[in-house]
Nanobody, 120 residues
Framework: QVQLVESGGGLVQAGGSLRLSCAAS????????MGWYRQAPGKQRELVAH???????NYADSVKGRFTISRDNNKNTVYLQMNSLKPEDTAVYYC??????????????WGQGTQVTVSS
């Protein structure tokens, strides 16, 4: 099994910043990609940012230039630096991790989610 532990959510005023972290643990052989998704009330879950093992990234258009995803491969951890936050960024943010665990079984794991609330 692969477990994901998220941290860093909270309440912030518009224009402020937050940094989310997500650490993966378990019988991990290789991580291919990690990412952050979010789900606002009444809306579908959407991709926020994604990073591959090689460092390639992609972002939702709504967060480009404001959010930065990064990862520490040695720690199996992914980060999401969120700047210039807007009320419309309010959502539960979920970490996702895909790769291979021992013994050569693909996995696609999700964290439990962390609430981000941006007040106007």
């Amino acid at each position: 099994q692969v477990q994901l532990v998220e941290s860093g959510g909270g309440l912030v005023q518009a224009g402020g910043s937050l940094r989310l972290s997500c650490a993966a643990s378990g019988s991990i052989f290789r991580i291919n990609a990690m990412g952050w998704y979010r789900q606002a009330p009444g809306k579908q879950r959407e991709l926020v940012a994604h990073i591959t093992s090689g460092g390639s990234t992609n972002y939702a258009d709504s967060v480009k230039g404001r959010f930065t995803i990064s990862r520490d491969n040695n720690k199996n951890t992914v980060y999401l630096q969120m700047n210039s936050l807007k009320p419309e960024d309010t959502a539960v943010y979920y970490c996702n991790c895909r790769g291979t665990r021992w013994p050569a079984v693909d996995f696609d794991s999700w964290g439990q989610g962390t609430q981000v609330t941006v007040s106007s």
